[in-house]
């Protein structure tokens, strides 16, 4: 069956710091696609990164960066110094090949502090 | 308009009312689809729409939970007999291609009473 797990329920930091957000899931299908998605109060999810499972490398962008480990079922994503603009939700979420449909983990809230 | 759009925005319904939920996706695009998101939980799947058709309804909870899309455009998500295990926000997506081009709306958050 298919999971997403983000065990970090909330996370709280001081502006500048650096912040990894975990994520771990379960297929038993080899092609897939991983997903982060940032919540903000307004309600709407916004779409960060999707990787397919047959690329490990890892990628940055700007202050983010998100490390993909097929060994250890992980795709956690990292905030290097974080801004108050970083407070959210952030969540995880899978989708096998040839479905349409997103599984989604709980969410991690990030609240950043000034 | 330019992103996804929901309404109502804020719905409170009485236990056993009847409700619709509108979805006006982005224009252009074929796929649809409708997440149910629980207080502090990761929106669940519903149901996907390719143009008119409703390819997968694995989602709906229930038979009160009904979706269309008639014209391959806007869709409305309809709860019948409304509970308080309803209560949650009904997210809305649209995409021109797979999943990994999905946009969200802000959703529509229901409370039953």
């Known amino acids: 069956a298919q999971k997403v797990t983000q065990a970090q329920t909330e996370i709280s930091v001081v502006e500048k710091e650096d912040v990894t957000l975990d994520c771990v899931y379960e297929?038993?299908?080899?092609?897939?696609?991983l997903f982060w998605y940032k919540q903000p109060p307004s309600g709407e999810l916004v779409f960060l990164i999707r990787r397919n499972s047959f690329d490990e490398q890892n990628e940055i962008s700007g202050r983010y960066s998100w490390n993909f480990q097929k060994s250890t079922s992980s795709f956690n994503f990292t905030i290097t110094a974080s801004q108050v603009v970083d407070s959210a939700v952030y969540f995880c979420a899978l989708s096998e090949a040839y479905t349409d449909k997103l599984i989604f983990g709980t969410g991690t809230r990030l609240q950043v502090f000034p | 308009g330019a992103g996804v759009s929901q309404s109502p925005r804020y719905k409170v319904a009485k236990r056993g009312q009847d409700v619709a939920l509108r979805c006006d996706p982005i224009s252009g695009h074929v796929s649809l689809f409708w997440y149910q998101q629980a207080l502090g939980q990761g929106p669940e799947f519903l149901t996907y729409?390719?143009?008119?058709?409703?390819?997968?309804k694995s989602g709906l909870p229930s038979d009160r939970f009904f979706a269309e899309r008639p014209e391959g455009s806007v869709s409305t998500l309809k709860i019948q007999r409304t509970q308080q295990e309803d209560s949650a926000v009904y997210l809305c997506?649209?995409?021109?291609?797979?999943?990994?081009?999905?946009?969200f709306g802000e959703g529509s958050w229901l409370t039953v009473v």
């Open positions: 729409f390719q143009n008119e058709a409703q390819l997968d």
């Open positions: 297929t038993r299908d080899t092609t897939y696609y």
């Open positions: 997506a649209s995409g021109s291609d797979r999943v990994d081009t999905i946009y």
